[in-house]
Protein backbone atom coordinates (compact mmCIF):
# COMPACT_ATOMS: atom_id res chain seq x y z
CA UNK A 1 0.00 0.00 0.00
CA UNK A 2 2.73 2.29 1.10
CA UNK A 3 4.24 2.15 -2.40
CA UNK A 4 1.13 4.11 -4.01
CA UNK A 5 2.59 6.92 -2.52
CA UNK A 6 6.30 6.43 -3.62
CA UNK A 7 7.48 8.27 -6.80
CA UNK A 8 9.29 6.63 -9.70
CA UNK A 9 11.95 8.79 -9.26
CA UNK A 10 12.84 11.94 -7.37
CA UNK A 11 15.04 14.69 -8.42
CA UNK A 12 15.71 18.56 -7.82
CA UNK A 13 14.12 20.06 -10.19
CA UNK A 14 12.31 19.56 -13.52
CA UNK A 15 15.56 21.16 -15.62
CA UNK A 16 17.19 17.21 -14.44
CA UNK A 17 15.01 16.00 -16.43
CA UNK A 18 16.53 15.77 -20.39
CA UNK A 19 13.26 15.95 -22.99
CA UNK A 20 15.27 13.66 -25.09
CA UNK A 21 15.69 10.76 -22.97
CA UNK A 22 11.76 10.71 -22.18
CA UNK A 23 11.11 10.46 -25.84
CA UNK A 24 13.98 7.42 -26.11
CA UNK A 25 12.15 6.28 -22.89
CA UNK A 26 8.55 6.54 -24.75
CA UNK A 27 7.39 9.14 -23.08
CA UNK A 28 4.97 11.19 -25.39
CA UNK A 29 3.11 13.22 -22.96
CA UNK A 30 3.78 15.30 -19.34
CA UNK A 31 1.29 16.08 -16.92
CA UNK A 32 2.61 19.11 -15.20
CA UNK A 33 1.69 20.07 -11.62
CA UNK A 34 1.99 24.41 -11.32
CA UNK A 35 2.79 25.77 -7.98
CA UNK A 36 6.30 24.91 -6.75
CA UNK A 37 6.74 22.45 -10.03
CA UNK A 38 7.62 24.58 -12.65
CA UNK A 39 6.83 28.10 -11.15
CA UNK A 40 7.01 29.68 -7.52
CA UNK A 41 3.90 29.31 -5.46
CA UNK A 42 4.32 33.20 -5.29
CA UNK A 43 5.38 33.99 -8.66
CA UNK A 44 3.06 35.17 -11.42
CA UNK A 45 5.59 35.83 -14.53
CA UNK A 46 7.14 32.55 -16.65
CA UNK A 47 10.95 32.83 -16.97
CA UNK A 48 13.02 32.09 -19.93
CA UNK A 49 14.59 29.13 -18.68
CA UNK A 50 11.20 27.75 -18.17
CA UNK A 51 10.32 28.42 -21.42
CA UNK A 52 13.02 26.87 -23.46
CA UNK A 53 12.60 24.04 -21.28
CA UNK A 54 8.98 23.60 -22.71
CA UNK A 55 10.28 24.41 -25.59
CA UNK A 56 12.91 21.30 -25.80
CA UNK A 57 9.67 19.54 -25.02
CA UNK A 58 7.99 20.34 -28.11
CA UNK A 59 10.85 19.89 -29.87
CA UNK A 60 11.13 16.06 -29.14
CA UNK A 61 7.24 15.64 -30.00
CA UNK A 62 6.20 15.29 -26.39
CA UNK A 63 3.12 17.36 -25.02
CA UNK A 64 2.52 19.17 -22.33
CA UNK A 65 -0.43 19.88 -20.11
CA UNK A 66 -0.48 21.84 -16.80
CA UNK A 67 -2.97 19.92 -14.14
CA UNK A 68 -3.36 22.26 -10.89
CA UNK A 69 -6.09 22.05 -7.87
CA UNK A 70 -5.90 25.85 -8.25
CA UNK A 71 -8.30 28.07 -9.57
CA UNK A 72 -7.01 31.84 -9.84
CA UNK A 73 -6.58 33.82 -13.58
CA UNK A 74 -3.05 33.59 -12.41
CA UNK A 75 -3.06 29.72 -13.10
CA UNK A 76 -4.23 30.03 -16.82
CA UNK A 77 -2.12 33.04 -17.49
CA UNK A 78 1.22 30.92 -16.89
CA UNK A 79 -0.82 28.42 -19.13
CA UNK A 80 -0.91 30.51 -21.80
CA UNK A 81 2.13 32.21 -21.57
CA UNK A 82 3.80 28.92 -21.98
CA UNK A 83 1.29 28.10 -24.70
CA UNK A 84 0.35 24.56 -23.07
CA UNK A 85 -2.89 23.47 -22.47
CA UNK A 86 -4.65 23.61 -19.28
CA UNK A 87 -6.91 21.37 -16.44
CA UNK A 88 -7.90 23.45 -13.40
CA UNK A 89 -10.03 22.84 -10.38
CA UNK A 90 -8.61 19.09 -10.81
CA UNK A 91 -9.20 17.77 -7.30
CA UNK A 92 -5.77 15.61 -7.34
CA UNK A 93 -5.48 13.00 -6.15
CA UNK A 94 -8.25 11.40 -7.75
CA UNK A 95 -8.01 9.26 -10.62
CA UNK A 96 -10.82 11.37 -12.81
CA UNK A 97 -8.16 14.73 -12.87
CA UNK A 98 -5.42 12.63 -14.48
CA UNK A 99 -7.48 10.91 -16.72
CA UNK A 100 -9.07 14.88 -18.14
CA UNK A 101 -5.32 15.58 -18.33
CA UNK A 102 -4.27 12.57 -20.57
CA UNK A 103 -7.82 12.80 -22.95
CA UNK A 104 -5.92 16.81 -23.63
CA UNK A 105 -2.84 15.14 -24.43
CA UNK A 106 -4.42 11.93 -26.45
CA UNK A 107 -1.78 9.91 -24.91
CA UNK A 108 -1.93 6.44 -23.24
CA UNK A 109 -1.11 5.35 -19.67
CA UNK A 110 2.30 3.91 -20.41
CA UNK A 111 3.17 7.16 -22.70
CA UNK A 112 2.65 9.66 -20.17
CA UNK A 113 4.78 10.43 -17.00
CA UNK A 114 3.57 13.17 -13.94
CA UNK A 115 5.35 15.46 -12.80
CA UNK A 116 4.92 17.59 -9.39
CA UNK A 117 6.06 18.44 -5.75
CA UNK A 118 3.64 17.16 -3.49
CA UNK A 119 3.55 13.05 -2.76
CA UNK A 120 -0.29 13.20 -1.41
CA UNK A 121 -1.60 14.98 -4.52
CA UNK A 122 0.64 14.49 -8.04
CA UNK A 123 2.23 11.10 -6.92
CA UNK A 124 -0.54 9.34 -5.11
CA UNK A 125 -3.02 10.72 -7.63
CA UNK A 126 -0.18 9.70 -10.58
CA UNK A 127 0.40 5.95 -9.52
CA UNK A 128 -3.71 5.49 -8.87
CA UNK A 129 -4.18 6.65 -12.12
CA UNK A 130 -1.12 4.18 -13.65
CA UNK A 131 1.23 6.37 -14.68
CA UNK A 132 4.77 6.50 -14.12
CA UNK A 133 5.66 9.60 -11.58
CA UNK A 134 8.59 11.97 -10.54
CA UNK A 135 8.69 14.05 -7.48
CA UNK A 136 10.72 17.41 -7.74
CA UNK A 137 12.16 19.18 -4.84
CA UNK A 138 9.36 22.17 -4.20
CA UNK A 139 10.67 25.51 -5.47
CA UNK A 140 9.88 27.94 -2.58
CA UNK A 141 8.52 27.52 1.14
CA UNK A 142 5.69 29.59 -0.05
CA UNK A 143 3.03 26.99 0.92
CA UNK A 144 -0.56 26.52 1.93
CA UNK A 145 -1.33 25.58 5.59
CA UNK A 146 -2.41 21.79 4.97
CA UNK A 147 0.22 21.28 2.05
CA UNK A 148 3.08 22.53 5.06
CA UNK A 149 1.37 19.77 7.79
CA UNK A 150 1.35 17.24 4.65
CA UNK A 151 5.04 18.27 4.18
CA UNK A 152 5.56 16.05 7.37
CA UNK A 153 4.35 12.96 6.63
CA UNK A 154 5.95 12.84 2.61
CA UNK A 155 9.53 13.04 4.97
CA UNK A 156 8.71 10.00 6.39
CA UNK A 157 7.64 8.53 3.27
CA UNK A 158 10.36 9.64 1.30
CA UNK A 159 12.52 7.67 4.65
CA UNK A 160 11.28 4.46 3.77
CA UNK A 161 11.48 4.47 -0.51
CA UNK A 162 15.38 5.72 0.60
CA UNK A 163 15.00 2.58 2.52
CA UNK A 164 13.50 0.81 0.08
CA UNK A 165 15.87 1.90 -3.08
CA UNK A 166 18.73 0.91 -0.50
CA UNK A 167 17.53 -2.47 -0.22
CA UNK A 168 16.85 -3.06 -3.96
MG1 LIG B 1 2.62 21.78 -6.36
Not at 119 to 146: C, Q, R, W, Y
Amino acid sequence: MLSKFFPGAFIKSIYDIDPASLKAAGIKGIILDLDNTIIARNASTVDEDLKHWVGRLKQEGIKACILSNNWKLRVSSIASQLNIPLVARAAKPYRGAFKRAMSVLGTSKGETVVIGDQIFTDILGGNLAGLKTILVVPMSNSEAIHTKLLRHFERWILKRWNERATIE
